[in-house]
């Protein structure tokens, strides 16, 4: 699909059809036009994620208007640009239209988010047309400079957080942790100060990365351990550092997990998928900071040489860790590459990002991210990134009173605490491997799929949170 931008009123646009945002009153943005004798008949109300489909409007050149509802005026925010600037470019695309037009629907760069993320699709291994649904050739923006210039940032955001989508909606034998690092190479080629390593086990090994090589250690498919430096601030200057989890497929290894579903564990890899489109994104935008990411990724599979339950394995900190679960690889893989980057690049903050556990879909569902930190400025950072971005979190604890469930009696600490709290003894699993207080563990297990598709969403892998770092990243920058 093309991308343009232009100046000309929305109304004079020569294209197939526009959307319009509508506020409850009916009222449109800027008073561009008025829609409400069309629309005082029927559902549409203007409410958020409503659409409604015009023809022959009076005095708009296109044949077709898709009319969006914004909700209220004095409490349109950012995602209810989002949903519909993505319901409106939707609707028009699936009635036919190949060249669309949009202008800001009261944030450019919220416009471009919702348009880009909600015409991402995942049929790329899709062979037959049939399969294919229809598409929208061109796009035209229309605004000013300043607008344009908006525009364009949201538009990069969306295509790194679709980035990420599709890292985590590959399956397996296609996103290899060998494939995740060529494609992260693809991604960043051209760009400026940015630098990627891709360590191999060997290097793990003189490493002493003990819990992330018993993961490896069930798999023919070779781990790698990537890392992405991005300089675009001072020389000396501290980094943001994010790490993600990168299981590109997680069978649970002996403590083997029921095969019903199992398929969606394709998706164990969304952490180090969200963690190198957010650097991606930094890049891309050019933004004056230091930053790190860092991607341990390997299989967890049940082969010949697999980790055993109650094995004694030793983390690069010279921690022991019974192995209690062998399903609970993610905080064992997280531990070594959070001593690794605490030792190796002292950054300012540091987030780690990991689907890691099941109990944290049961606590927050779909909606909220679960942010363990010990840092209330931190929390705060985060908690105004989510509500501007649509990506949401909600502090969880972090007492000591959970330690004891992860007390080991053969080693320093096991990796599973029981049934209860399961979210936050993972996150203090975690915590036993960092030193400072900027830290924050995001557990997406809730949040890195949608069953349905819906809004700026699709259905599957939705690549969160890409924005709220992006946002986070942007607020370090100095300018
Ligand atoms: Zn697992």
Redesign the pocket.
Known sequence: MEANTSNESILALDVDGIVIGVYEDFSTIRDVIDLKPYLQIGKFKGKQGGKRLLFNVTGVKTPMVAAVGLGSKDKADEESVRIAAATGVKLLRDNGAKRVGIASLGSAKATAEGVFLGLYRFDELKTLDADKRPTIEELIFTGTEEEAREWLIGKTIAECQNFARRMGELPSNIATPTYFVEQTKKAFDGLDNVKIHDYDEKWAEKQKMGAFLSVAKGSDEPAKFLVIEYKGGNDGEKPLAIVGKG?TF?T?GISLKPSQGMGAMRG?CSGAAATIATLLGIAKLGLKINAVGVAPLTE?MPGGHATKPSDVVYASNGKSIEIDNT????RLILSDALVYTEKTYDPHTIIDIATLTGAMMIALGSHYIGTFTPSDDLWKELEEAGNTTGEKFWRMPLDKKYKKQIESQLADIKNTGGRPAGSITAAMFLKEFIGRDRWAHLDIAGVAWAEAEEGYKPKGNVGAPVRALIHLASKYSSS
């Open positions: 299981i997680d649970g164990d967890n399903d609970a690889e993610g």
